[in-house]
């Protein structure tokens, strides 16, 4: 597996942000260095250029070098972000016969409004299932019936309802149990899998550098079932793993167990088919 570095701040609304790149580059510390690499993020936040999308010339840039790395890598690529935006870059390439596995506290399926522009984390999933022509020409559009949400608590009836419409399963953390998660995969009839992992899914008693933590989420050995499980007899086509905000080294020390154990797993996914 080869790994890409993004520690993209732009996408994320929280006052917190920048803390991303401090998350990434503390990840990246316990990567195999000869198949790391460091994407460069702008250092301003970007214009939204009358988008629907916040920020959105930065998302853009950081987008393009990601979808340029991953096109040309040989072996699967895990993006380590960063926000949660940072995997946009990663879909490229993706066929009919991926499913995309969000494992997030969040859905990611805010609606895009050029009047109300959102952050990119914030509507990530309907940027890549359903945005305008214009806006991220170069990725992938995924179909609705490919994607399947994991994990998500808390999130407005309205995004719930705008899943059900797209045609998207999304299992709130009780129902996202290891063989639900599979058998969701199952019903895509796809051969190969991309997985997104936003730490939001965890427990805030598991790690303490999340952005916005949401109580009653997984576990770290919960999350790595339900890798498992996501990834069980099919190519690994891809991968991300966004949302690690440390508030200072030390304390990023004591959540890299759990998040190198998701990260373990991930790498273990690319080598088994």
């Known amino acids: 597996m080869q790994f890409l570095v993004v520690g993209q701040w732009q996408g994320s609304a929280s006052s917190r942000a920048m803390r991303l790149g401090d998350g990434a580059s503390s990840i990246a510390a316990d990567l195999p ?20 999308v916040a920020r959105y010339t930065s998302v853009l840039a950081v987008t393009e ?11 699967p690529v895990l993006v380590v972000g960063g926000d949660g935006a940072s995997v946009l870059g990663a879909t490229t390439g993706l066929g009919p016969d991926t499913a995309f596995v969000r494992i997030a506290g969040s859905s990611g399926f805010r609606a895009l409004n050029r009047a109300q522009p959102v952050a990119a984390e914030t509507a990530v999933l309907r940027i890549l299932v359903d945005r305008s022509d214009d806006l991220f020409p170069g990725i992938p559009t995924l179909p609705a019936s490919s994607i399947v949400v994991a994990g998500v608590r808390g999130i407005e009836e309205s995004e719930s309802n705008a899943l059900d419409r797209a045609g998207i399963v999304h299992l709130d953390v009780d129902a996202a149990t290891p063989e639900a998660i599979a058998a969701a995969v199952d ?11 936003d730490l ?54 004591d959540d890299l167990g759990v998040i ?5 797993a991930l790498t273990s996914a690319a080598r088994a088919v």
């Open 33 to 52: 260095r000869a198949s790391t690499t460091v994407v460069d993020v702008p250092a301003g936040a970007g214009d939204r250029l009358e988008t629907a």
């Open 200 to 253: 939001d899914v965890l427990d805030p008693s598991e790690v303490d550098g999340l952005l916005e933590p949401v109580p009653f989420g997984l576990d770290g050995a919960g999350l790595v079932e339900r890798i498992q499980a996501a990834t069980r007899g099919r190519r690994l086509a891809g991968a991300a793993l966004t949302g690690f905000a440390p508030v200072d080294p030390d304390r990023a020390v």
């Open 187 to 197: 019903a895509t009839g796809a051969t190969s899998v991309f997985v997104h992992v």
């Open 260 to 264: 190198l154990r998701a990260v373990g």
């Open 65 to 75: 070098r990601v979808a340029e790395e991953t096109s040309v890598a040989s072996e």
